[in-house]
């Protein structure tokens, strides 16, 4: 049998664009959302152990571009990234990209369904097949570990009959291992976004756009949440997600994650982050980044036909201005 790949020895483009940590090893749900992105391809990729780790490489400089899971639509926000990003860290968003997840239940070859006692994964990853395990392997131990693709790592390295990973097609093949059930997430549509994140830097706009921020209460009363929201329902701004989150200073005390539609560049979202700001609540910027979906690359042609069009009608009216 071959040697299973390694993130030493599995495909990593290599490029002088700047390294991109993601996290390993390979063959994570993470890796297969980072390699759909072509203008990504040239750049060298830097797997780590850990969540944290990601974030550390790029606040530390060892990568210019951390890619990293912040959402699934069964198991909503990875707390640990978000948490990162609202109170350890300074980084800014540079792009989304959703991914569909289907999870499939691996182990070494000659293994049974039946004989799985303990399985491996991700939590993030095993909370999303709640169901199968408990109609299917209910008396199973069910293991975390850092991630998918560690799962299935440790996995092939033991080889133990009765230890199964839960764990992307992509890391059964490179840690050769057999898959006893195939698509076992809880729901057919599961999806998990992931977010690149940069030191600085805001993306232009591009016409189909989303920003994230995070808004604290400057005191907890009445009406307060109320005071945020109201200032984007004055300018008819879409808000995607609002999330409330504990700020860590007690029970009670809660932030509010906010995406909107828009970019910081146009005036009017420009306008209710400043009143935000000034008057209502703290606000931490996170970003303002082309929003991803099958219609986005449609919507910002779209955008930008209609710019081009505007230019143009303004360029005619400038014409006919008389000369001072």
Not at 67 to 91: M, Q, R, Y
Not at 119 to 128: C, D, K, M, W, Y
Not at 251 to 262: K, V
Not at 285 to 293: K, N
């Amino acid at each position: 049998m071959e040697t299973p790949a390694t993130p030493e020895n599995s495909r990593r483009p290599r490029g002088h664009l700047g390294t991109i940590a993601f996290l390993g090893p390979a063959g994570t749900f993470t890796e297969e959302a980072l390699f759909t992105q072509n203008d990504y391809a040239s750049r060298e990729v830097l797997p780590l152990g850990g969540l944290a780790e990601v974030l550390d490489a790029v606040q530390t400089g060892s990568a210019d571009l951390a890619f990293v899971p912040i959402e699934n639509s069964i198991e909503g926000t990875v707390n640990a990234i978000v948490d990162s990003l609202v109170f350890d860290v300074e980084l800014l968003i540079q792009r989304e990209v959703v991914l569909d997840v289907h999870m499939q239940l691996m182990a070494p070859a000659g293994s049974e369904l039946a004989s799985i006692t303990r399985v491996l994964s991700f939590p993030h990853a095993s909370g999303q097949c709640r169901r199968f395990l408990a109609e299917q392997l209910a008396d199973a131990e069910v293991v975390p570990t850092n991630s998918t693709a560690e799962a299935a790592r440790i996995v092939g390295e033991e080889r133990r009959l009765d230890t199964a990973a839960l764990a992307p097609r992509l890391a059964a093949e490179l840690y050769g291992l057999d898959i006893l059930a195939s698509a076992v997430e809880d729901h057919p549509d599961n999806q998990t976004r992931f977010v690149a994140l940069a030191p600085s830097g805001i993306p232009a706009p591009t016409g189909h756009d989303k920003t994230s921020i995070v808004c604290f209460q400057r005191e907890d009363r009445p009406g307060s949440l109320h005071a945020i929201l109201s200032e984007f329902a004055a300018r008819s701004i879409n808000l995607t997600k609002l999330e409330s989150r504990p700020t860590k200073r007690g029970l009670g005390d809660y932030c509010f994650l906010i995406d909107l539609s828009g970019h910081l560049a146009h005036e009017v979202v420009a306008d209710c982050l400043r009143v935000l700001h000034a008057e209502i609540a703290a606000v931490k910027f996170l970003g303002s980044y082309p929003a991803a979906g099958e219609h986005g690359p449609a919507a910002r042609e779209q955008a930008g036909m209609a710019w081009r069009e505007a230019d143009a009608w303004i360029t005619s009216l400038r014409t006919q201005i008389a000369a001072g």
